[in-house]
């Protein structure tokens, strides 16, 4: 399973790399649905994995350009290693909060291996926290020192996660956090 999907992942990854000299850049609709999420177009637009079920119940993923900018990035297909190290999936369909109630995902996301070296995931969920009036950097302080008194400000967050899928929601971006020393 594990090897079907490292080769699914390069095969991708090389059709992108056609796609570019074809086309000069990324163009989120463009992109093979494997590589969409976590990507950024050449203007700097994020790619976003849409899933539909069509009338026969068969399931279409389509890759998309959402209004959320990235930050200082762009022409970016994010890496497996930090894929890995953020804790994310190539298949992850929208955008959404949902993820950062989880003890795990946090955990990993504000570790120092994904927070200091994978700054397109870190930019996105902290715009995204932002839009829920969370700041990124104490909610990854209050993960990393175990302060259950800071984590239960973070309580209702965890209630009413929002979600931004395609066209739906428009984020400013806001400037991501420095990195965190060791």
Do not use: W
Request: aromatic share 6%; glycine share 6%; with cysteine.
């Amino acid at each position: 399973m594990a090897v079907a999907r490292l080769l699914l992942t390069i095969s991708a990854l090389i059709s992108v790399i056609s796609l570019q000299v074809v086309y000069g850049g990324i163009v989120c609709e463009k992109l093979p649905v494997e590589v969409c999420a976590f990507s950024v177009s050449s203007s700097g637009a994020r790619c976003v994995l849409e899933k539909s079920t069509l009338r026969d119940s068969n399931v279409l993923y389509e890759c998309q350009t959402s209004e959320i900018i990235a930050e200082n990035l762009n022409e970016l297909i994010e890496t497996e290693e930090c894929m890995n190290a953020c804790g994310v999936e190539r298949m992850t369909v929208g955008m959404s909060t949902d993820s950062l109630a989880e003890r795990g995902f946090t955990n990993k996301l504000c570790s120092t291996r994904c927070y200091n070296n994978c700054p397109n995931i870190v930019d996105l969920y902290f715009n995204l926290a932002a839009g829920e009036g969370v700041y990124l950097p104490r909610l990854c302080e209050a993960h990393r020192s175990g302060n259950r008194r800071m984590m239960s400000e973070f309580g209702s967050f965890a209630v009413a996660p929002a979600t931004v899928g395609f066209g739906d929601l428009t984020i400013s971006p806001a400037s991501a956090p420095s990195p965190v020393s060791s």
